[in-house]
């Protein structure tokens, strides 16, 4: 059982250059949500999908967009990479409603140069 | 925005002392969940807290939610080198109809022989 996976671990891009961090969860979770971490700042919420078929803005999405291809993906998109997107990126994926906790991929650090 | 203070924001401590942090916020909480990050990993659930008053262990772990429900607590007893890490709290507005989690900022653990 994999859980959250995410692809890839490791990226270093080039300011202006695109990319897409990909995510998949194999627990039949209805919500997914893709979260930054940065040094003393915990994490943000970038956007988050409740469920198959929506996606809502988190607190910091801009210079990202998101699309939920079916219930197990979640993909998040740079269009333009700049240097301040350089942080690690989690995916994480819940079912929906009060009782649950989220469960988290292994992250993808991302360097914007 | 965030709206935990979580608390202290580092803790050097020696092996076997007994570690303390807690997390309170700005609006009333039904949920708490206190989670650990180990270097180069995503978050992983350590303890949920579901009822005001309601006090939960795992092991070495003790977490609290706060008869206000504003805070919690987590308590780590006798610490040995593989608790360093960061350690999160997370809850869930009671008006917050979806469900959505809060972070804190984090505490990092850091254990010495």
């Known amino acids: 059982n994999a859980g959250v996976t995410q692809t890839p671990k490791f990226q270093v891009l080039k300011t202006g250059q695109s990319m897409t961090l990909q995510c998949a969860q194999d627990m039949n979770h209805n919500s997914m949500y893709w979260y930054r971490q940065d040094p003393g700042m915990g994490l943000r919420l970038i956007y988050y999908s409740a469920s198959e078929g929506t996606t809502d803005k988190g607190e910091v999405p801009n210079g990202y967009n998101v699309s939920r291809l079916n219930k197990r993906e979640f993909s998040l998109r740079l269009e333009s990479a700049a240097p301040s997107q350089t942080s690690v990126y989690f995916c994480a994926s819940s079912e929906l409603g009060n009782n649950y906790g989220y469960t988290f991929g292994s992250g993808t650090r991302l360097t914007v140069v | 925005g965030q709206q935990l203070n979580q608390s202290p924001q580092s803790m050097f401590i020696q092996e076997g002392e007994d570690v303390s942090m807690n997390c309170t916020s700005s609006?009333?909480?039904?949920?708490w969940l206190w989670y650990k990050q180990d270097p180069g990993e995503g978050p992983v659930l350590l303890i949920a807290l579901y009822k005001a008053g309601e006090l939960t262990s795992n092991g070495r772990l003790t977490a609290q939610f706060g008869i206000t429900r504003k805070d919690s607590f987590l308590n780590i007893s006798a610490s040995i080198p593989s608790d360093v890490g960061i350690y999160f709290c997370a809850g869930r507005e009671t008006t917050d109809s979806w469900g959505k989690l809060q972070f804190g900022a984090g505490t990092q653990v850091v254990v010495t022989p």
């Open positions: 609006s009333i909480f039904n949920t």
